[in-house]
Nanobody, 125 residues
Framework: QVQLVESGGGLVQAGGSLRLSCAAS????????MAWFRQAPGKEREFVAG????????NYADSVKGRFTVSRDNAKNTVYLQMNSLKPEDTAVYYC??????????????????WGQGTQVTVSS
């Protein structure tokens, strides 16, 4: 069983920055693609960013390109999401997830095997 624990959420003003972290409990982390999703009230969960097993490939939603950066440290079993130039529309619960089966980065939430509990990000205008 893989456990994922997110941290780093909070309240920030528009234009500010936050860095989210997601720590995995198992060493299978290094063999898993990882992704960040978010879900705002009344909306479906959406893909934000993903990173391949090695970290060589990354993928971003159009809405966050140029503002967010996903990275990973396989030695620490941790994936990060650096969020800059935050906007009120970025307000959501952010989840990390792990894909144990794909060598690439998939954007559909149903493809991911394990999920963290989520961390709230609130951006005030």
């Amino acid at each position: 069983q893989v456990q994922l624990v997110e941290s780093g959420g909070g309240l920030v003003q528009a234009g500010g920055s936050l860095r989210l972290s997601c720590a995995a409990s198992e060493r299978t982390f290094a063999n898993s693609a990882m992704a960040w999703f978010r879900q705002a009230p009344g909306k479906e969960r959406e893909f934000v960013a993903g990173i391949s097993r090695s970290g060589a490939s990354r993928n971003y939603a159009d809405s966050v390109k140029g503002r967010f950066t996903v990275s990973r440290d396989n030695a620490k079993n941790t994936v990060y999401l650096q969020m800059n130039s935050l906007k009120p529309e970025d307000t959501a619960v952010y989840y990390c997830a792990t894909d144990l089966r794909s060598f690439g980065i998939r954007t559909a939430s149903r493809e991911y095997d394990y999920w963290g509990q989520g961390t709230q990000v609130t951006v005030s205008s």
